[in-house]
């Protein structure tokens, strides 16, 4: 899959305090653009995160795994349009 000509922002999830990492997350993916995207960085798989997005949003959370451990987890998320799907 080619990548995505889009703007993105990068986040280092560590570089946020834990108590607030995922209403920030949230908040960055509610505001994303339709051809923007925001990369998340971790250092374990977040899964959680995923199902907590996916459960507010359902299919309009584009979510793509660019690297899967095991010291790091990048992924990409995206807001889709209503229809639109997007596998990762």
């Keep these: 899959m080619p990548e995505l000509n889009c703007t993105e922002r990068v986040i280092n999830v ?3 305090d834990p108590q607030y990492r995922h209403s920030i997350l949230f908040r960055l993916f509610e505001h994303l653009a339709p051809d923007d995207s925001l990369q998340i960085v971790v250092d374990h798989d ?3 995160l995923r199902l907590q997005l996916e459960a507010r949003h ?3 959370c584009g979510w793509s ?3 899967t451990g095991p010291y790091v987890w990048r992924v990409r998320l995206r807001l889709l ?3 639109t799907e997007d596998h990762g």
């Design 65 to 67: 795994y660019l690297e």
């Design 46 to 48: 977040p899964r959680r």
């Design 58 to 60: 359902g299919s309009r």
């Design 81 to 83: 349009d209503r229809g």
């Design 14 to 16: 560590a570089d946020i």
